[in-house]
């Protein structure tokens, strides 16, 4: 069966960097994109981008630009998420997901990891 | 603030029919498909449906979709206390070139 097992919370100073995996398993690794969003105390959900586990291929949300890097190591099938400069504003739980697109105009996410939770406090 | 816009809350008795709406604009619902999570208490979202109105496996067929120009609405039938979640939608937007989401609706059963 489809998985998407993520690495464990983590608490981070003020300027710090993140580094949260997400491992697959029960699927080719290479087939679906890896998308991450993020979703603050209380707050809806927020895109942040995907890779390409494949080719390595990233797209990033504007408002992560400069920040954020997304990398995989196929002979694990693990996709990563650094995040660089945390401040507060980036305490939240982070997911990864797996998209599926069987034609266009339809993708979703049709499995997601649990989540880690991460806190950003001096 | 959300580029979708949903109600913060909803709520319905056990046995009710309830419907969410989501908001969007031509870059979003208007061009491309709708999508929604579910999303119980301390958990990861569950997709609940995709392209509009499409149910994965599993998914019950109380639970359903639609769309009409910039927006979109889940309808769930026959209401359940399992139902009592927070709910959102989702499209690719061609103008911000990623996804958006709707700020999430909170269901309460009564």
């Known amino acids: 069966q489809v998985q998407l097992v993520q690495s464990g919370a983590e608490v981070k100073k003020p300027g710090a960097s993140l580094r949260v995996s997400c491992m697959t398993s029960g699927y080719d690794f290479s087939l679906y994109f890896i998308h991450w969003v993020r979703q603050a105390p209380g707050q809806g959900l927020a895109w942040m981008g995907w890779?390409?586990?494949?080719?390595?291929?990233?797209h990033y949300a504007q408002s992560f630009q400069g920040r954020v890097t997304m990398t995989r190591a196929t002979s694990i099938n693990t996709a990563y998420m650094e995040l660089t400069r945390l401040t507060s504003d980036d305490t939240a739980v982070y997911y990864c997901?797996?998209?599926?697109?069987?034609?266009?105009?339809?993708?979703?996410?049709?499995?997601w990891g649990q989540g880690t939770v991460v806190t950003v406090s001096s | 603030q959300s580029v979708l816009t949903q109600p913060p809350s909803a709520s319905g008795t056990p046995g009710q029919r309830v419907t969410i709406s989501c908001s969007g604009s031509s870059s979003n619902i208007g061009t491309n498909t709708v999508n929604w999570y579910q999303q119980l208490l301390g958990t990861a979202p569950r997709l609940l449906i995709y392209s509009n109105n499409q149910r994965p496996s599993g998914v019950p067929d109380r639970f359903s979709g639609s769309k009409s120009g910039t927006s979109a609405s889940l309808a769930i039938s026959g209401l359940q206390s399992d139902d009592e979640a927070d709910y959102f939608c989702?499209?690719?937007?061609?103008?911000?070139?990623?996804?958006?989401f709707g700020g999430g609706t909170k269901l309460t059963v009564l």
């Open positions: 997901a797996r998209e599926v697109a069987p034609h266009h105009p339809t993708y979703y996410f049709d499995f």
């Open positions: 989702a499209a690719w937007d061609d103008s911000l070139n990623g996804w958006v």
């Open positions: 890779i390409n586990p494949h080719s390595g291929g990233t």
